[in-house]
């Protein structure tokens, strides 16, 4: 099973500021590596899909980037509405994963 | 709108069953895998199942395998699954969700999910 650690678990910040959300797999997923955003009572949104795309109607100031097995989503300046929990998730390999997640919280 | 609308939580003892359905709308259902997705109370998210849009192809996490059973019915836009053996770790809301078809995948991310519903396993 691979396995996605998802770092910090809580990110404090300001509206206006940058989010950088880590997620590292244990193995290759290739690019084959998802972000969601989830707000409480609600299901999860996709965000960004195979690394770097972002899904239909998601705003540019969201980005997702990758080096060997370390993925990075990056918020480039935090609005109110983007305080939630994010998650990762693989779809290289049976089972698929996601990551423990990271509550991005207002500072 | 797409939509996938979840329905069939609900309260039950150990040991029980439970069948759950999700009701796709708005798009072409059999073109589509579909996943179930869960989420115990406060915690993260766990892969569950999926079916490919023939249901050729089925897939289930370890902790299900051999007590839940994923089946699609495409002339009623439906998708089910049908948890036997529920044990209280079962607990947790269940999201029926899409997977994304793009260039050269039809399991791609999941781009849909429903509303979920809740299962609670307890005596």
């Known amino acids: 099973e691979i396995v996605l650690t998802q770092s910090p678990a809580t990110l404090s910040l300001s509206p206006g500021e940058r989010a950088t959300l880590s997620c590292r797999a244990s193995?290759?997923?290739?690019?084959?590596l998802a972000w969601y955003q989830q707000k409480p009572g609600q299901a999860p949104r996709l965000l960004i899909y195979d690394v770097s795309n972002r899904a239909t109607g998601i705003p540019a100031r969201f980005s997702g980037s990758a080096s060997g097995t370390d993925f990075t989503l990056t918020i480039s300046s935090l609005e109110p509405e983007d305080f939630a929990v994010y998650y990762c998730q693989q779809r290289y390999n049976w089972p698929l994963t996601f990551g423990g997640g990271t509550k991005v919280e207002i500072k | 709108e797409v939509q996938l609308v979840e329905s069939g939580g609900g309260l039950v003892q150990p040991g029980g069953s439970l069948r759950l359905s999700c009701v796709a709308s708005?798009?072409?259902?059999?073109?589509?895998?579909m996943n179930w997705v869960r989420q115990a109370p406060g915690k993260g998210l766990e892969w569950v199942s999926h079916?490919?849009?023939?249901?050729?192809?089925?897939y289930y996490a370890d902790s299900v395998r051999g007590r839940f059973t994923i089946s699609r019915d495409n002339a009623k836009n439906s998708l089910y699954l049908q948890m036997n053996s529920l044990r209280a770790d079962d607990t947790a809301v269940y999201y029926c969700?899409?997977?994304?078809?793009?260039?050269?995948?039809?399991?791609?991310?999941?781009?849909?999910w429903g509303q979920g519903t809740m299962v609670t396993v307890s005596s």
């Open positions: 193995q290759s997923v290739s690019n084959y």
């Open positions: 969700a899409r997977r994304q078809i793009t260039a050269g995948t039809m399991n791609g991310a999941f781009d849909i």
């Open positions: 708005e798009f072409t259902f059999n073109s589509y895998s």
């Open positions: 079916i490919h849009s023939d249901s050729s192809l089925i």
